[in-house]
């Protein structure tokens, strides 16, 4: 984006996309910049709009630069369709400044854009400034009834031909999902019977069918998803397809989400024989992936697991997680150490342009490789050896005690400095203020221009990030949703919602992983009641395990990060509610969610390529 969409206007200026007067809209013609654009991606109807911005301004023709300007703020907004009451959210956040969002054209800015709704062409300029309207005012009845049209013109011009979504990918992608589904939230708002609302719903299900007559089976799922979201069609039908498309289907993982399709059908239309049949079918593709191991005991752990935990909500299957639970405990004891530490060279004095240069001019799948492996945390033992050094080098700021203050002014740590010969506390005050350093460089040099750059080139969206997630040993799958909401946050810059829906999963993941590897991570209580351990005892108690699997300089990283109350602490202070609202979004919070990330990708790495082939069918 540019630096005038980045920008957020101060208290006493108001933004050149906030300027614009009726006067403005009568005398210039509002659809000039789109008028040869094919496109109903409003990331391309925004980079259109300010580039005749930057013409008119140029030009100094004051009145198109004011409205230009303006229609752009409004494709600028990022697009969340699941989210009935925020459906569109800033595109950029960088610290105390974002780029526009709806709340901006609050008041005569939103009456401007609803006088001149019905002069726009481009249908999915149209929608956009319609819906933001509504959305600011849901008296406006007119313009959701002008929104919802034009979410069907966007979807049927797609569906002919005549325009296109930035992916190309046709009326059958996810950008087609997404439009319909707000169209249905304003369907449903503004009268369920009504002549647009039957339309879209005739749409969704009209496309249900088509994907499952020409077998385009991730299509289907979303098409089916959506329809069974809001009882649309008959879901004895929608089960009849989806079972038709399994036995066509010949990847387990496709047909494990078909099956799903099939059973949450059948049990809305009361077939629950048929619902268990299909819940079982789905539960066994896990056990076939598991077959397909190809020599990893922690692939084969985690999908077993994945089987087992899918058989417990089906009756008469108690006899089969036997089976599957001795063979479990058989490839939980062949499991090495397979989330193996790497290694990873940066030269230093051009660490950003490497950063950007690692991500830059790849598919998208690749660049989200080399952004989960820009940065390497040091050894225990260097990290000691350095704070050493550090102490040798300047005694005397080891000799004294040493407090730190939160942002209210309470003590969170204390040491006493050298006491006795014993240096330890001193150590691990300097391997913090070392490590600190150390994470606000990589999030600096490293995390935030490699993100900027992928976000600048690529429309990251949940499928891309959900199917790392599905994948990855290190999600639990009740939990995939979550950490796929939570990094679709981190990489559009929404760090406060990234890092408090991130970080309290980590302690989760982490019981995860042991489990898969045998070991108990309950502690029973005096009155015989159990309880899963917390990060602290996790990294107190089983530290040798969790080195075993993840490597020392990982476990090291995440205590210093989320744990060692000398450093940022985040877990804790996070569980607390003790986060500032600038501690929530700062470097550490940045490169918490980072190393979150990076969790999830590396047991990925020998199969990449495989997963970034499944993503791009």
């Given at each position: 984006m540019n630096n005038e969409a980045e920008k957020q206007a101060s208290p006493n200026e108001t933004p050149k996309w906030l300027e614009a007067t009726a006067e403005d809209f009568q005398a210039v013609d509002i659809n000039k910049p789109v008028v040869e654009v094919s496109s109903v991606d409003t990331?391309?109807?925004?980079?259109?709009?300010?580039?005749?911005?930057?013409?008119?301004?140029?030009?100094?023709?004051?009145?198109?630069?004011?409205?230009?300007?303006?229609?752009?703020?409004?494709?600028?907004?990022?697009?969340?369709?699941?989210?009935?009451?925020?459906?569109?959210?800033?595109?950029?956040?960088?610290?105390?400044?974002?780029?526009?969002?709806?709340?901006?054209?609050?008041?005569?800015?939103?009456?401007?854009?609803?006088?001149n709704i019905n002069r726009i062409s481009n249908p999915a300029v149209r929608a956009r400034v319609a819906d933001t309207v509504w959305l600011l005012d849901r008296k406006q009845a007119a313009a959701a009834i002008a929104a919802l049209d034009a979410y069907i013109e966007v979807i049927n011009a797609v569906r002919r031909g005549s325009h296109s979504f930035l992916s190309g990918a046709g009326v059958h992608s996810a950008d087609t999902t997404n439009h319909l589904r707000r169209g249905i939230y304003i369907a449903r708002s503004i009268g369920w019977e009504k002549e647009q609302s039957l339309c879209i719903r005739a749409l969704v299900s009209e496309l249900r069918a088509e994907a499952a007559k020409i077998q385009n089976h991730r299509s289907f799922q979303r098409f089916a998803a959506l329809d069974l979201d809001f009882r649309i069609s008959d879901p004895s039908v929608i089960a009849a397809e989806a079972e038709e498309l399994v036995e066509k289907e010949d990847d387990y993982y496709s047909q494990h989400s078909l099956?799903?399709?099939?059973?949450?059908?059948?049990?809305?239309?009361?077939?629950?024989?048929?619902?268990?049949?299909?819940?079982?079918?789905?539960?066994e593709c896990l056990v076939k992936i598991a077959d397909n191991h190809g020599g990893s005991a922690l692939f084969e752990s985690h999908w077993?697991?994945?089987?087992?935990?899918?058989?417990?909500?089906?009756?008469?299957?108690?006899?089969?997680?036997?089976?599957?639970?001795?063979?479990?405990?058989?490839?939980?004891?062949?499991?090495?150490?397979?989330?193996?530490?790497?290694?990873?060279?940066?030269d230093i004095s051009d660490i950003v342009e490497d950063s950007r240069a690692a991500v830059r001019n790849k598919p998208l799948m690749a660049a989200l490789y080399s952004f989960s492996r820009l940065s390497q945390a040091p050894s225990p033992k260097q990290l000691e050896e350095e704070a050493r050094k550090i102490i040798a080098e300047h005694p005397l700021s080891s000799i004294f005690a040493t407090t730190q203050y939160d942002s209210t002014g309470k003590p969170v740590y204390r040491d006493k400095g050298i006491e006795d010969d014993d240096d330890g506390a001193v150590v691990q005050r300097h391997i913090a203020q070392s490590e600190n350093f150390r994470r606000s460089l990589v999030v600096d040099g490293c995390i935030e221009p490699a993100r900027l750059a992928i976000i600048d080139e690529h429309h990251v969206d949940e499928d891309a990030i959900g199917i790392i997630c599905v994948h990855s040993p290190f999600v639990p799958q009740e939990r995939i949703s979550i950490y796929t909401n939570g990094f679709h946050s981190f990489f559009h810059g929404d760090i406060i919602s990234a890092i408090h829906t991130l970080v309290p999963q980590l302690e989760n993941s982490l019981r995860h992983v042991l489990r898969l590897r045998g070991h108990d991570v309950t502690k029973l209580n005096d009155d015989m009641t159990q309880e899963d351990l917390g990060l602290s005892v996790l990294l107190a108690k089983l530290r040798?395990?969790?080195?075993?699997?993840?490597?020392?300089?990982?476990?090291?990283?995440?205590?210093?990060?989320?744990?060692?109350?000398?450093?940022?602490?985040?877990?804790?202070?996070?569980?607390?509610?003790?986060l500032s609202d600038g501690e929530a979004r700062s470097r550490d919070a940045i490169y918490g969610c980072w190393l979150i990330f990076q969790l999830c990708c590396i047991p990925l790495y020998p199969y990449w390529d495989r997963i970034s082939s499944a993503y791009e069918l």
């Open positions: 990331r391309q109807l925004w980079s259109a709009y300010t580039e005749y911005c930057k013409i008119s301004a140029n030009e100094q023709c004051e009145a198109q630069t004011r409205v230009y300007a303006m229609l752009a703020a409004v494709c600028s907004f990022h697009f969340r369709p699941s989210n009935y009451e925020e459906p569109f959210e800033p595109m950029m956040r960088l610290g105390d400044r974002r780029s526009p969002a709806p709340t901006d054209f609050k008041g005569e800015p939103a009456k401007l854009l609803a006088g099956y799903h399709i099939a059973a949450r059908a059948h049990r809305l239309a009361k077939n629950e024989a048929d619902c268990n049949r299909n819940l079982l079918s789905a539960a077993l697991e994945c089987a087992i935990k899918e058989m417990h909500r089906i009756p008469n299957t108690r006899e089969r997680r036997r089976q599957l639970k001795h063979r479990l405990v058989d490839a939980q004891a062949e499991i090495y150490d397979e989330l193996s530490s790497f290694s990873h060279t940066q040798t395990e969790l080195d075993a699997i993840f490597g020392d300089r990982m476990i090291t990283d995440i205590d210093n990060v989320f744990n060692n109350r000398a450093g940022p602490n985040l877990r804790n202070r996070l569980a607390h509610g003790l």
